[in-house]
């Protein structure tokens, strides 16, 4: 019997090991997956605890399938995912693995806004349409079966984008190791050149591009345990912009250089953990991330930067569908005298705050912390018009919420704006609905501490 791999992602005691020979067990005698038309059945059975000649623990096999329901779900490959039990007789069993794939290719006309949010590109820019790209976006997230994923871009109007990705994730047999990439080039209309007093962008445009970027880059992964990732990434990326732009009129700490073409090497470290019954909408459980970053090659001026950032989240069920959850996240910039390229902090990334969404506060370090309180209020289904394989209804969960939020950001600019250096905190009350493939719409009604009320709709997941 083979329990090394189900003994290490359970910290020795959830299946039966050596010191349990007297515990009454079940004898796991195959795994029975079913549903896996495109998905690779060894890429399902990777997900799983259980293996075929594992002992379980009798009463701990309920937890044990539930544990294995949800690792499977959170490959994000399926709508729907089963795990039950076949007893054969008093000492032996079966596990049968039931699953709905996806739909997996997406190639699909764009329209984008080029503005942070919906809300921005219509109460700022009055719902300009000559601030939207179009063209056609192309993905696959299951290309050969092996939870590869395959993704390009083909972007033009206001800003052009030209892109290509590719991920493999489980390149070796052990399906441990694995690797992406992805190459890109871009130009913008328009592009911001400094944060103001008022913790916004000043942009700089003259009807043609003024910025123009390609990149590439390439990541090597490590995921010996379910619960673990491990990336190793490189990247390269060539930008120029405008003369102007360095200029004194305008920003000469831009690029912290006199000259307007920079070649910029990124070399990063990340570390994940996730644990959670729903990695696109957890309820319950942990996760936490920390990376650390190297841009250019040298330890002073210029670009030149080292970052560390870590994040930590909690998700806990309080009974009768209300749960809380909590969220810390911190980065620091080494050295503080950073160029403007540099210094995004919060309000430009999922880096913020609700409430202050409206807002740029730059910085080289940075922390915010969250909490939630949620309740989960309908839980329904809509029959599907037209018959489909993988839905014959359309399922609906509301959650209504309670939130707030506190952060700082620590500017050395000697004019920083007029949010940064200070503590920062909001709060408010919304809804979340999630529904086919766990796509969210989060209404958040919000205050913020310059007495500031808002109403926003995400479509993002998590906080």
């Known amino acids: 019997m083979n329990t090394s791999k189900v003994l290490n992602d359970f910290n020795h005691g959830e299946i039966a090991g050596e010191d349990e020979d007297n515990v009454p067990k079940l004898y796991v005698r195959n795994i029975i ?6 998905t690779k059945q060894y890429i399902i059975e990777r997900e799983m605890h259980i293996n075929a000649g594992d002992s379980i ?9 539930e544990q294995a329901r949800q690792n499977v779900y959170n490959t994000t490959l399926f709508v729907d995912v089963k795990v039950e039990p076949v007893i054969i007789n008093a000492n032996n069993l079966d596990i049968k693995v039931t699953v709905k794939e ?17 809300n921005e590109w219509v109460t700022k820019y009055k719902a300009n349409f000559t601030r939207v790209n179009y063209g ?17 871009y083909l972007i033009n109007g206001y800003t052009r984008n030209i892109s290509l990705y590719y991920s493999a994730p489980y390149s070796n047999p052990k399906l ?49 345990y379910i619960k673990k990732r491990e990336t190793f990434s490189i990247g390269y990326s060539h930008v120029a912009v405008n003369d102007s732009i360095i200029s004194k009129s ?3 700490g831009y690029f912290n250089s006199n000259s307007t073409t920079q070649g910029i090497l990124d070399l990063t470290y990340t570390l994940e953990y996730t644990d959670v019954n729903n990695i696109l909408y957890p309820l319950t459980g942990f996760s936490g991330s920390f990376s650390f970053q190297k841009r250019g090659l040298n330890f002073t001026g210029g670009i030149s ?10 998700y806990v069920s309080l009974g009768k569908k209300w749960y809380i959850s909590s969220q810390v996240m911190a980065k620091i910039k080494l050295p503080f005298s950073q160029p403007f390229i540099n210094q995004r902090a919060l309000g430009t990334s999922d880096a913020y705050l609700r409430g202050l969404e409206y807002y740029v506060i730059d910085g080289v370090a940075y922390g915010t912390a969250k909490l939630n309180l949620r309740r989960e209020i309908l839980n329904f289904n809509v029959p599907f018009i037209k018959k489909s394989r993988i839905y014959n209804k359309i399922p609906f969960k509301v959650y209504a919420k309670a939130f707030t939020d506190f952060g700082y950001a620590y500017s050395r600019e000697l004019q920083p704006g007029k949010l940064n250096n200070t503590f920062l905190y909001t709060g408010g009350i919304g809804l979340d609905i ?10 958040e009604y919000s205050i913020n501490q310059l007495g500031e009320k808002n109403l926003v709709l995400h479509n993002k997941t998590g906080f």
């Open 250 to 252: 305008f920003n000469p």
């Open 305 to 314: 930067l080292f970052s560390a950032q870590g994040e930590l989240n909690r």
């Open 33 to 38: 997956i079913e549903g896996n038309r495109k």
């Open 136 to 152: 056609i976006k192309f993905e696959h997230y299951n290309l050969t079966g092996r939870q590869d994923k395959l993704k390009f």
């Open 102 to 118: 996806k739909w997996y290719i997406y190639p699909i006309p764009q329209f984008q806004l080029v503005d942070r949010s919906f």
């Open 57 to 65: 623990i009798t009463w701990k096999l309920e937890n044990l399938l």
């Open 434 to 443: 999630l529904t086919l493939y766990d796509v969210q719409l989060r209404f």
């Open 176 to 224: 441990t190791k694995g690797f992406n990439g992805g190459i890109g080039y871009s130009q913008s209309k328009e592009m911001a050149y400094i944060t103001n007093y008022n913790n916004n962008f000043n942009f700089y445009k003259n009807g043609n591009f003024v910025k123009t970027e390609w990149y590439v880059n390439a990541a090597y992964t490590l995921r010996k």
